[in-house]
T-cell receptor, first 116, second 112 residues
Framework: GAGVSQSPSNKVTEKGKDVELRCDPISGHTALYWYRQSLGQGLEFLIYFQGNSAPDKSGLPSDRFSAERTGGSVSTLTIQRTQQEDSAVYLC??????????????FGSGTRLTVV | KQEVTQIPAALSVPEGENLVLNCSFTDSAIYNLQWFRQDPGKGLTSLLLIQSSQREQTSGRLNASLDKSSGRSTLYIAASQPGDSATYLCAVRPSNTGKLIFGQGTTLQVKP
């Protein structure tokens, strides 16, 4: 696609429920990244994928968080047993893989998650 | 550990002023540095990308400089307009990782 697409744009869920957030990167971008932005906070790195593998998942806050990517394209971030502190905007970005250090990121518009 | 700091945290200027936003980082081993803009409730829009071998990049009224050895970057906005009001984020890509490290941002308000 022309840009990074994230869905849903907004999600309200009850505490304890599981949620899935989806990211569709720019076509041909093999690197995909997940970040979280809590109210009044900076961007917190969660995980990134190169193809279908995740070289760095060090930012996942707990084992309730997981992410997968299939077919080198769409990625899903899953949060199990959601807690109120999971409320945040979840941002996805992608970049070309060639010369991974030389390309910038393109971000999606984010999913605003509210846990009530 | 790479850390990115942006100063000031907030800035308010009258329309038409030229202004400079500052970004500093602690480790000079970077691939590139990227400046983003974020409007309230929105995602991030890339403004300028500077490779580690470059000194500056320009786009319209925006000019970003990079001094890797001193760990500093500046974003210069000429002839500011109310539409420039947003939060500006600086991010570096360390050379040993694929992820970006972000500063906390500078929130800019340009008054008509």
């Amino acid at each position: 696609g022309a840009g990074v697409s994230q869905s849903p744009s907004n999600k309200v869920t009850e505490k304890g429920k599981d949620v899935e957030l989806r990211c569709d990167p720019i076509s041909g971008h093999t690197a995909l990244y997940w970040y979280r932005q809590s109210l009044g906070q900076g961007l917190e790195f969660l995980i990134y994928f190169q193809g279908n593998s995740a070289p760095d998942k060090s930012g996942l806050p707990s084992d309730r968080f997981s992410a997968e990517r299939t077919g080198g394209s769409v990625s899903t971030l899953t949060i199990q047993r959601t807690q109120q502190e999971d409320s945040a905007v979840y941002l996805c970005a992608s970049s070309p893989s060639v010369g991974i250090g030389s390309h910038g990121y393109t971000f999606g518009s984010g999913t605003r998650l509210t846990v009530v | 550990k790479q850390e990115v700091t942006q100063i000031p945290a907030a800035l308010s200027v009258p329309e038409g002023e030229n202004l400079v936003l500052n970004c500093s980082f602690t480790d000079s081993a970077i691939y590139n540095l990227q400046w983003f803009r974020q409007d309230p409730g929105k995602g991030l829009t890339s403004l300028l990308l500077i490779q580690s071998s470059q000194r500056e990049q320009t786009s319209g009224r925006l000019n970003a400089s990079l001094d890797k050895s001193s760990g500093r970057s500046t974003l210069y906005i000429a002839a500011s307009q109310p539409g420039d009001s947003a939060t500006y984020l600086c991010a570096v890509r360390p050379s040993n990782t694929g992820k970006l490290i972000f500063g906390q941002g500078t929130t800019l308000q340009v008054k008509p």
